[in-house]
């Protein structure tokens, strides 16, 4: 498609149990986010990708968070040991990656509940 | 203190009515701005950038102080599909990281 695509668009967990997030950005962007969004609340920055460089870890809140880009495309966000405060709709995000001034072109996240 | 600070609102106003909107970042490196819209259950998309010299685009105008760190979204006339989360959005050099504000709630009402 020509769009940010994320699978699952639900995913219901129990406590304790890991899950993996999917995320599909536009052909051709090199930059790739994932953000977190709880209910009323605002996007909370988790990992940036872009291009071949280190990933940018600052935002993941806990070891039980991690992500990853295969091939420059495909990303993967894991969330390990699953608790109730995780429950929240996972957005990625992707931009072209090489101007400051582009913007990003959201998924339609994936909305994670924990029981 | 966040990167980005939004006053939260909601703000309450009649079709028709101005409302401006407000937003501070922390770090004076931030290079590239812009205000997002979020409507309910849905993912943010871009309203328009924010330029130095200012910018409008129909009834939205968007304005950047760099000295005060600071950023306004005006909207004009408002209607009731402008109701929706407004979202500041920084995005700093070193790596193009892109930070989002926690929104504005804005309901415009008949």
């Known amino acids: 498609g020509a769009g940010v695509s994320q699978s699952p668009s639900n995913k219901v967990t129990e406590k304790g149990k890991d899950v993996e997030l999917r995320c599909d950005p536009i052909?051709?962007?090199?930059?790739l986010y994932w953000y977190r969004q709880s209910l009323g609340q605002g996007l909370e920055f988790l990992i940036y990708?872009?291009?071949?460089?280190?990933?940018?870890k600052s935002g993941l809140p806990s070891d039980r968070f991690s992500a990853e880009r295969t091939g420059g495309s495909v990303s993967t966000l894991t969330i390990q040991r699953t608790q109730q405060e995780d429950s929240a709709v996972y957005l990625c995000?992707?931009?072209?990656?090489?101007?400051?001034?582009?913007?990003?072109?959201f998924g339609s996240g994936t909305q994670l509940s924990v029981l | 203190r966040k990167e980005v600070e939004q006053d939260p609102g909601p703000f309450n106003v009649p079709e028709g009515a101005t409302v401006a909107f407000n937003c501070t970042y922390s770090?004076?490196?931030?290079?590239?701005f812009f205000w997002y819209r979020q409507d309910c259950r849905k993912e943010p998309k871009l309203l328009m950038s924010?330029?130095?010299s200012g910018n409008e685009d129909g009834r939205f105008t968007a304005q950047l102080n760099r000295a005060s760190q600071y950023i306004s979204l005006l909207i004009r006339d408002s209607k009731l599909s402008d109701s929706a989360t407004y979202l500041c959005?920084?995005?700093?050099?070193?790596?193009?990281?892109?930070?989002f504000g926690a929104g504005t709630r804005l309901f415009v009402k008949a």
């Open positions: 995000a992707s931009s072209q990656g090489d101007r400051i001034s582009e913007k990003l072109f």
């Open positions: 052909s051709g962007h090199t930059a």
């Open positions: 990708f872009q291009g071949n460089s280190a990933p940018d």
């Open positions: 770090n004076s490196a931030s290079q590239s």
């Open positions: 924010v330029y130095s």
């Open positions: 959005v920084v995005k700093n050099t070193g790596g193009f990281k892109t930070i």
